[in-house]
């Protein structure tokens, strides 16, 4: 047997820290062989933009592809629809609850979308700075501990996160958005941070 | 609160009731019904995703009495009482049994540590509560108390469904109330 030259059986680095660097995923569990997936299974994959590839993330999905045939609409509607909070806005929340659920996967991915649409790098650095104690500049600061205060416990929030959301000048269907896309990744980092890990790219 | 979908079992999925909209009572003259209404789609695929987590065509190694009886003990530990009472009701519905009875009870944990029963509904504590602790070691024992990869996978997006529901509950419920 020649030597293997598969570099993905190599052993690689898991990531624990916060970064904006892009990373793979490594399931715990075994991916859907998409040679033998089931008709089912295959109509639930389709819905994955094609020019990405299919993600071991989505291949682990596939297990259930009742689920993720629902899912995948979803989480898009909620981080891309029209009107409404900005998508920047969106990403920050998602990238609040990553934080306090400390998705390392979701977080980079979520904050280097961020900087790409609002070019402020330096509210990333804070967040990964200080984490939940980040200190912001107003707008972002009234998103940020409305993500970070939700995922923390939703219990606890009420007239007092309202107030600042209104005051920070969000209509109703902008906190609305706010809500879904910090609520999509209360689903999203409990599949990703707990079925795998993240690894620095070879 | 007793309005589950198993008690319209002769109506098909997609004409019962939006499970959000019942559990926190917006009605027709609801400023926040009118708000969710600005997001049609996301609304509708919230309500398609209920039922594929709570009532899937396949359910395998979860039925749906202990699907409902797992969502009950999560909307109970987030102190999400609206919510806690729909999946009771439902597991009443569903023909749930004393053990899934008991599971709804976020207190409750069997006496032999070591069980399945007991290996499962720590992780469902951990992740649904302490989702950063989670790590590989919760999926390895997981797999050692006999659930395959698909279990492993249909308990992962159980778990997510329901505290993505508890977190849009808890926003919507703040919308509602001020």
């Known amino acids: 047997m020649s030597a293997p030259t598969d570099t ?51 291949l682990v999905l596939a297990h259930e592809p009742e689920a993720l045939r629902e899912r995948t609409p979803l989480f898009n509607d909620i981080m891309y629809s029209e009107g409404g ?20 996967y979701c977080a980079a991915v979520h904050a280097a979308r961020y900087i790409q649409l609002e070019k402020k790098p330096e509210v990333v650095e804070e967040i990964y700075a200080r984490e939940t104690k980040a200190d912001l500049p107003a707008f972002e600061q009234a998103l940020f501990d409305f993500a970070v205060d939700l995922t923390s416990d939703p219990s606890e929030v009420g ?38 890990e993240p690894q620095r790219k070879a | 609160m007793s309005e589950t979908m198993t008690l319209h079992a002769d109506l098909p999925e997609a004409d019962l009731p939006d499970v959000i909209d019942t559990v926190l009572g917006l009605d027709a003259s609801s400023p926040v019904l009118a708000l969710r209404h600005e997001r049609a789609k996301l609304k509708q695929l919230t309500q398609t995703s209920y039922f594929a987590a709570l009532r899937p065509a396949e359910p395998r190694n979860f039925s749906y009495a202990r699907r409902a009886a797992l969502a009950a003990r999560m909307a109970a530990a987030w102190k999400t009482p609206e919510l806690a009472a ?9 023909g749930g ?9 976020p207190a409750f944990l069997p006496e ?30 997981l ?6 990869d698909r279990d492993i996978v249909a308990l992962a997006g159980l778990i997510a469904f329901v505290n993505y529901q508890v977190l849009l509950v808890a926003g919507l419920k703040m919308l509602r109330d001020h």
Not at chain 1, 85 to 104: D, I
Not at chain 1, 168 to 187: K, N, P, Q, R
Not at chain 2, 86 to 94: F, G, I, P
Not at chain 2, 115 to 138: E, F, I, M, Y
């Open chain 1, 8 to 58: 993905t059986d190599t052993p690689r680095e898991t990531v624990h820290d916060f970064t904006t660097e892009a990373l793979d995923w490594k399931p715990y569990v075994g991916m859907v062989d998409y040679e033998s997936a089931t008709p089912s299974q295959r109509a639930a994959l389709s819905m994955t933009p094609s020019n990405k590839g299919i993600s071991p993330y989505v």
């Open chain 1, 85 to 104: 909070l900005s998508r920047g806005g969106r990403e920050l929340g998602a990238l609040g609850a990553s934080v306090v659920n400390r998705c390392v």
């Open chain 1, 159 to 196: 007239g007092y996160h309202l107030y600042h959301l209104r005051n920070s000048g969000l209509s109703d269907l902008e906190i609305l958005d706010l809500i879904h896309s910090v609520a999509i990744f209360g689903w999203a980092n409990r599949l990703m941070h707990t079925l795998g």
């Open chain 2, 86 to 94: 729909h999946y009771t009701a439902a597991l009443a519905a569903e």
């Open chain 2, 97 to 105: 049994d004393a053990e899934e009875t008991r599971i709804a009870d």
């Open chain 2, 112 to 141: 032999d540590a070591a069980s399945p029963l007991a290996v499962l509904l720590r992780h469902v504590d951990l992740v649904t509560r302490t989702p950063k602790a989670a790590s590989r070691a919760n999926i390895e024992a």
């Open chain 2, 143 to 148: 797999k050692a108390a006999g659930l395959d």
